[in-house]
């Protein structure tokens, strides 16, 4: 008896998650306005409270929610992402590492309206993320704020 | 007891030795003394018979006689003493289990946090850096000049 559960131990410790490559990537994508209207304590609107300490560091005192959206990006595709009428996320999974961490290629673009509304990337990056984790892409203008994108990837 | 002469008569007689058999039969009949004194005679053989036969162990009886040598050789076994070997048995299947996964994975893997590793932008005049923030959110932040905007 002990022989076989020493047995099912062993074949549930090689068929460990981490010997498996999962094929597509969930993406949790939060977009939020934050600016400065002269409050007094920071405040922050319905939908937000899931990247409240990613936001901890700003200097803004309003917060709001533009959209949030959770999409699955397979490994090696492009995979897009609305944000609003200007923005748009691309996320492409690339690997994973021994440590379980995704890399991933993010870039958020926008219509050029000085060469007829092609799309330029108004940032592109290339980051190595921590399942459970975030990071977040902030400094694009929005309405007399800045539009701040929280993501977290998970397999 | 009071002895007869026909005494050693009547003991060659029970041993089947030599004698007058028919005399000796007549005389124990009539007499006391030589009456009792065979009878003595015939205990004592019948108890030397009895003593004499050998055990003999069938094969059906070996388990149960080598079971009784057995019981006799060992100590008593403990109580619980399944459970304790159980529990040995399970320790020693899981220090293997833990031995393996070890061996299979290359060991605890550290936790690593996010990392930003290049971050760019096709914004004219705007620039790119990136932070961690106290709470350890990894931070791209552009920022863009009031005329960068397309």
Known sequence: MNLIALLIAAATLIAAPGDKEAKTVTVRMVAVHASSTGQKTKQFGSGTEEVRSALSDLNFDTYKLVKSATANAPYGKETQIPIDATYTLYVTPVSKDAGYRIKVEVRIAMPDRRSGGKSVNAVTTTAVVAQNSKFKLRGLPLDQGELVVVLSVKE | ?150
């Not at chain 2, 108890?47 to 055990?55: L, P, S």
């Not at chain 2, 850096?129 to 960068?148: F, N, R």
Request: net charge negative; charged share 25%; aromatic share 6%.
């Open chain 2, 1 to 150: 007891m009071t002895r007869c002469r026909w005494t050693r008569e009547v003991e060659h007689w029970i041993d089947g030795e030599r004698g007058d058999p028919a005399a000796v039969e007549k005389h124990v009949a009539a007499c006391e003394p030589c009456a009792a004194y065979l009878a003595d005679l015939d205990r004592v053989r019948q108890g030397v018979q009895i003593a004499a036969v050998r055990e003999a162990i069938t094969d059906a009886q070996l388990p149960a006689f080598m079971e009784g040598i057995r019981e006799r050789l060992e100590p008593p076994a403990r109580r619980h003493r399944g459970f304790w070997a159980l529990a040995s048995l399970s320790a020693a299947a899981l220090v293997v289990a833990l031995l393996a996964f070890s061996l299979l994975t290359g060991g605890p893997q550290e936790v690593l946090a996010t990392e930003i590793e290049s971050f760019n932008t096709e914004l004219e005049g705007a620039t790119v850096t990136s932070y961690l923030s106290e709470d350890g959110t990894a931070t791209v932040w552009v920022t863009v000049p009031a005329e960068g905007t397309p």
